[in-house]
């Protein structure tokens, strides 16, 4: 079965940064496009970047541009969120999560890992 | 604030039918697909409806989405205590080049 784990949230002080992983089992990794979502502690859903099946694609939401970097590794079936200059207002559950095959949805998600920038 | 949006809230009893729309643009719900997922308390989210009123294997066909222009909406009939959860639409922006998520909509089945 699809298992998606993310990895490598924790307490953080703001302008420093973390590495998000994000572990893929259960599909052939490198076929697909890879997402990954935010979630602030009592709000929404919140998009935050994509990555094509190649890694040489990527779009990211205009709160994160230019601070986070996402990457991937289809010879290790990982996807990876590089957060650089983090805020208070980065504080939440980020999801890794696998694009439908026809794109425009997103059909396999983790549990998630909790970033909390705090000083 | 979400560029997609849906009601805070919405309630009904159980057995009764509910809908929750989802309100776009032209560059966003006008010209691409729209998702749906249900997120239960302390879960991941989950997949519902895709390209607008497809449903993934496994979810009941209580669950259906349609589109209409600028706007989209998720129908749950036959509601179910279990249903209790939060629902968010989802789609891609061509003019901003980013995906998106409606603020989400809380149902309560009384």
């Known amino acids: 079965q699809v298992q998606l784990v993310e990895s490598g949230g924790g307490l953080v002080k703001p302008g420093g940064s973390l590495r998000l992983s994000c572990a893929a089992s259960?599909?052939?990794?490198?076929?697909?496009?890879m997402t990954w979502v935010r979630q602030a502690p009592g709000k929404g859903l919140e998009w935050l970047s994509y990555i094509s099946s190649g890694g040489d694609n990527t779009h990211y939401a205009a709160s994160v541009k230019g601070r986070f970097t996402v990457s991937r590794d289809n010879a290790e079936n990982s996807l990876y969120l590089q957060m650089n200059s983090l805020r208070v207002e980065d504080t939440a559950l980020y999801y890794c999560?696998?694009?439908?095959?026809?794109?425009?949805?997103?059909?396999?998600w983790g549990r998630g890992t909790l970033v909390t920038v705090s000083s | 604030q979400s560029v997609l949006t849906q009601p805070p809230s919405v309630s009904a009893a159980p057995g009764q039918k509910v809908t929750i729309s989802c309100s776009g643009s032209?560059?966003?719900?006008?010209?691409?697909?729209v998702s749906w997922y249900q997120q239960l308390p302390g879960t991941a989210p989950k997949l519902l409806i895709y390209?607008?009123?497809l449903r993934p294997s496994g979810i009941p066909d209580r669950f259906s989405g349609s589109k209409s222009g600028t706007s989209a909406a998720l129908v749950i009939t036959g509601l179910q205590t279990g249903d209790e959860a939060d629902y968010y639409c989802g789609t891609w922006d061509s003019s901003l080049s980013v995906g998106m998520f409606g603020g989400g909509t809380k149902l309560t089945v009384l």
């Open positions: 259960g599909f052939s990794f490198g076929d697909y496009y």
């Open positions: 032209s560059s966003n719900i006008g010209i691409n697909y």
């Open positions: 390209e607008n009123n």
């Open positions: 999560a696998r694009e439908c095959d026809i794109g425009d949805c997103v059909d396999q």
